[in-house]
């Protein structure tokens, strides 16, 4: 029974040094969890709070300071002070998110921003100056102007030669005349000149090139710096696009263009350098060559795991097998089981996809991809981990009968100072790996490995071995209040008021040094004492002591007053000795320009009192001011409310305009811009408001804008009047008509009032011996957005059928022939309304003449618009078949007599595709005759008998399959020849 006593007694003074205190648990990495449990543990508060009392030799009852007198006993969570101070509660111990598994977040979320272009570096080291001339060249060097050439003679002639090559091609010397070079190899060079040397008697010799020659080339495309750059003769692709900068992220280095003369003449894909050391045969650069690197068309990030991260650039077909190949492999440690791939969908969602090792080359990639090869994460096996207070701590191997002290040893690997009463296992167990904190006695465990205490351990189980400081608790008083720096401060013995409060930095200037609280929990009981700190400095502050410093504002708050309004810092503000309410704008930074200086309001408890503003501020009678009192500083426009006059019509900026006093019409006109040439100068209007008892009224007044103009009259105006001036009648600036095609003189012509079609062709010098009058186009753009709302309605009548076929519940009452013609019904007009909505109507007229005489005095001689088009087309002598026939094109239009049905016979006659009954004929003129229209007039006759003329179409429609329950069909054949009609175009297929 003692002993349980004992116990219960330890417990509970272990978790009272516990209680409102810091810590220092984690010097040695230990889990909070661990922490926890060892709080728990009476027989490890025992040993703690033994070896405690053996630092700490003070008497319990030593904690009653004989200076500090009780005021009262106070419960927990209640303070005799105005800022009630409570008793802090244990913090919860936050297990979070499981280490490993924030390892994997961490490793799965790879920077893409920073790769590189996989092969830029290729590019990269070039200079800003021209090539180094000591290379060798080889024989197949091309020899041009401005290259030197250097023969060297020994023997019996020793001397060395140097000739530049003239732009004539030639090299000139004394010893061998003038010689033509330019164009040839250099292999041949040196033959020529080895040929001449061989008749030198007595002489040998050598040729080699001098300086080489310059030339200037462009590189373009996704490039550090385009443009021209200077290299030498023996510069290649790379050479440039080293001297242009190199490349940049969005280049293609997998198909870089060189450009000479207009056309193509190389492409190369640097990947076979950079990936397999391939060499090609770089060509040579000419002058003005173009070297084109372009964009790129996919590119995949990859990173991780992998030898080479980078960005790549692939080519089609090329899949994540070939792509991890290009990154160097995936490395030994890589997670081969899952990659992820993350993809960018339209621009609006991502999505995760993941893929094994061994399906990598089944997987096509999507430019933007970015592809991560996660380590291996999984824990190791039959392992066990040793951490805490032990001189060997790490990870151990562990077989079948692995227990605690096999693992520890003996107590010689314990360093001092360790908790040998009770140490503690972390396991992971169950299907979601919870965390389970199982304690042991250490010490019987070491000394009894055969006892139940020396737990069998399990593969990934850590040990943890605790040191007394893990757990002590550090000794520390708060203090709050009127510091410079309020908190929790680390204190040692003998500590005084005076010490504690300089840690926090001393008193700020609101401290009230006469009233310093000091609050002490003895015996499970708060007590409070007030001092003075003057009169106790060296107060003994204990540990767990909160120290409370006062305001001096406590006893006598502060005064405060408010100002509103139009001041530049509105707010409240300290109320100071013989404060004004000048001193109280100023200090709100002044008035606004918009502050209304007659009228001020001053709010004194539960009176208003109005004070003259301007009074205020410029007499040596100021209002002083009192606790809570409110200043209302009020807007200009409140009392005197901005005031406008209207001017509209025929000025540059017409509006609104603030009156001002004496403001003259002249005035209002110059602040709108002055009048515009269109202006009626003879006459402008003034509507002036009254106000007469409530009642509006108007009054109108006509002046002469001319006279007012010239100085000659004025007119005052008043608030709110409104001018308009009127514009002169038809006035406008000048309409044009633009004439194209077989006329003598076309261009872009000025019309008159009433000008008519016939007039405008015959100012153009009147029509060309080639002109054809029946096919005369005629465009409007007022028709030309008649026929675009047309064809919207068109379209929407489509559109609505088209839903009526889609629908579901028809869809799942058919039969295998309905459905057939309804899914190709959908598409057909699917089709149909996509051509629709990209249509473009010309606006045209039907014009129906066959010559300029028959225009003068017929219907179709209609007045001219502003911006209207006249096409006179040259004659054809083709006749047009297009849609389902066997051979659609052009025939040659064969005489008068001729039929719809001979140029279909010419074209192979209709296909089974068509649709018969809906042939229908486009003439020159634009005019549309059609099947249905020659059996209504001419019962006896079809479209087949229809005599056809030159330049006309003849349009054989695909034939529509419709289900069996449509009853509309006709409705939709009629919308297409609409359709036809309105864009002025043959439709083929419908």
């Not at 492409?267 to 050391?277: K, P, R």
Request: aromatic share 8%; with cysteine.
């Amino acid at each position: 029974m003692k002993k349980l006593i004992l116990t219960l007694i330890c417990s509970f003074a272990f978790i009272f040094l516990l209680n409102g205190v810091s810590y220092s648990i984690d010097k040695q990495n230990i889990p909070a969890d661990v922490i926890q449990k060892a709080k728990e543990n009476p027989e490890l508060a025992k040993e703690m709070h033994k070896k405690q009392q053996e630092q700490n030799q003070e008497k319990d009852d030593d904690d009653k300071d004989k200076n500090l007198s009780i005021d009262k006993s106070i419960s927990p969570g209640q303070s005799t002070t105005p800022n009630k101070q409570a008793e802090k509660a244990p913090g919860k111990v936050d297990a979070g998110v499981s280490a490993n598994f924030k390892k994997i977040i961490k490793q799965e979320n790879f920077n893409f921003n920073n790769l590189k272009l996989f092969g830029a570096s290729i590019f990269s080291g070039a200079g800003g100056t021209i090539p180094d001339q000591n290379v060798m060249v080889s024989g197949d060097y091309v020899i041009g102007p401005s290259d030197s050439i250097v023969v060297y003679l020994w023997g019996r002639i020793s001397a060395t030669i140097n000739m530049t090559v003239n732009p004539d091609g030639s090299v000139y010397s004394d010893r061998f005349g003038k010689i033509y070079v330019a164009g040839k190899k250099f292999k041949e060079v040196r033959e020529i000149f080895e040929g001449i040397i061989s008749g030198m008697e007595g002489v040998k010799g050598d040729v080699s090139i001098g300086k080489l020659r310059t030339k200037r080339v462009m590189v373009l495309g996704e490039v550090e710096n385009p443009g021209f750059q200077t290299l030498s003769s023996l510069s290649t692709i790379a050479t440039a696009i080293s001297f242009a900068g190199g490349v940049n992220k969005n280049a293609n280095i997998r198909n870089v263009k060189l450009k000479r003369n207009g056309k193509v003449i190389k492409e190369v894909d640097y990947y076979d350098l950079a990936l397999y050391g391939k060499t090609f045969n770089d060509t040579y650069l000419q002058a003005n060559d173009v070297i084109f690197v372009p964009d790129s068309n996919k590119q995949v990030f990859v990173a991780g795991e992998v030898n080479r991260d980078a960005i790549y650039e692939l080519k089609k077909g090329e899949t994540l097998g070939d792509v991890l190949k290009m990154a160097g492999g995936v490395k030994p440690t890589a997670f081969g089981s899952r990659i992820k791939v993350k993809r960018f969908v339209n621009n609006n969602t991502t999505k995760i996809i993941d893929v094994s090792l061994k399906n990598a080359e089944n997987i096509k990639l999507k430019d933007g991809d970015q592809i991560s090869v996660i380590p291996i994460t999984t824990p190791e096996e039959n392992v066990v981990y040793l951490k805490g207070n032990v001189y060997f701590p790490g990870s151990y191997a562990i077989g079948t009968d692995t227990n605690v002290s096999d693992i520890i040893g003996s107590k010689e690997n314990l360093k001092p100072n360790t908790a040998t009463s009770y140490a503690f296992i972390r396991r992971l167990h169950g299907v979601g790996k919870e965390t389970k904190v199982i304690s042991f006695k250490l010490e019987e465990a070491l000394e009894n490995p055969k006892s139940k205490e020396n737990i069998d351990l399990k593969s990934g189980d850590e040990i943890y071995v605790l040191n007394i400081a893990d757990i002590t608790p550090k000794k520390v008083a708060e203090i709050t209040g009127e510091v410079v720096k309020p908190g929790i401060y680390s204190i040692e013995d003998n500590v005084t008021l005076k010490d504690i409060i300089n840690k926090a930095g001393g008193f700020n200037f609101q401290a009230d040094r006469s009233l310093v609280e000091i609050i002490r929990k003895v015996e499970g009981k708060f007590i409070t004492k007030f001092t003075n700190f003057k009169e106790n400095k060296n107060f003994s502050v204990k540990p767990d002591d909160q120290i409370i410093v006062h305001s001096i504002y406590e006893k006598n708050p502060k005064k405060y007053v408010e100002i509103t309004g139009e001041v530049k810092q509105p707010g409240s503000y300290l109320l100071t000795k013989n404060m004004t309410i000048e001193d109280l704008i100023i200090k709100a930074g002044g008035l606004t320009r918009m502050a209304y200086p007659k009228i001020a309001s001053l709010q004194r408890f539960d009176k208003l009192l109005t004070v003259n503003l301007f009074s205020v501020i410029n007499s040596d009678k100021s209002v002083a001011l009192k606790d809570k009192d409110r200043v209302y500083i009020y807007n200009w426009e409140n009392f005197e409310p901005l005031r406008t006059v209207q001017i509209v019509g025929g000025v540059n900026e017409p509006g609104k305009y603030q009156y001002s006093t004496d403001m003259m019409l002249k005035d209002l006109i110059f602040l709108a811009g002055n009048l515009t040439d269109k202006a009626y100068l003879k006459r402008a209007e003034i509507v002036r408001m009254k106000v007469v008892e409530g009642e509006v009224s108007h009054k109108i007044y006509n002046v002469n804008l001319s006279k007012i103009m010239m100085d000659n009259g004025s007119f005052r105006l008043e608030p709110y009047d409104t001018v308009k001036i009127r514009d002169i009648r038809d006035f406008n600036e000048s309409k044009t008509v633009v004439i194209k095609g077989e006329v003598k003189f076309p261009g872009e012509y000025v019309i008159r009032d009433n000008e008519k079609l016939y007039d405008v062709i015959m100012r153009a010098g009147g029509v060309t011996q080639k002109a054809f009058m029946e096919g005369l186009v005629f465009k409007r753009d007022s028709v030309k957005e008649i026929q675009k709302e047309n064809l919207l309605r068109l379209r929407d009548r489509l559109q609505s059928t088209l839903a009526s076929v889609s629908s579901q519940e028809i869809a799942s009452s058919l039969d295998k022939a309905d459905i057939a013609a309804q899914k190709s019904l959908q598409s057909n007009l699917q089709r149909l309304i996509n051509r629709l909505g990209n249509a473009e109507p010309e606006g045209r007229i039907v014009v129906d003449i066959d010559s300029v005489k028959d225009l003068k005095d017929s219907k179709y001689n209609v007045t001219l618009e502003d911006g209207d088009e006249i096409v006179v087309p040259q004659k054809p002598n083709t006749v047009n078949v297009v849609g389902e026939v066997y051979n659609p094109s052009s025939y040659i239009y064969t005489g008068e007599n001729t039929t719809v049905k001979d140029y279909l016979d010419k074209s192979g006659g209709i296909t089974d595709l068509s649709s018969e009954k809906n042939i229908y004929v486009v003439r020159a003129d634009g005019s549309i005759v059609s099947n249905n229209y020659v059996q209504e007039n001419y019962w006896w006759k079809n479209i087949y008998s229809v005599q056809v003329n030159v330049g006309d179409t003849i349009v054989v429609p695909r034939k529509l399959r419709f289900p069996s329950y449509m009853k509309n069909a006709k409705d939709i054949t009629q919308i297409l020849y609409q359709s036809a009609a309105t864009l002025g175009i043959t439709m083929a297929a419908f």
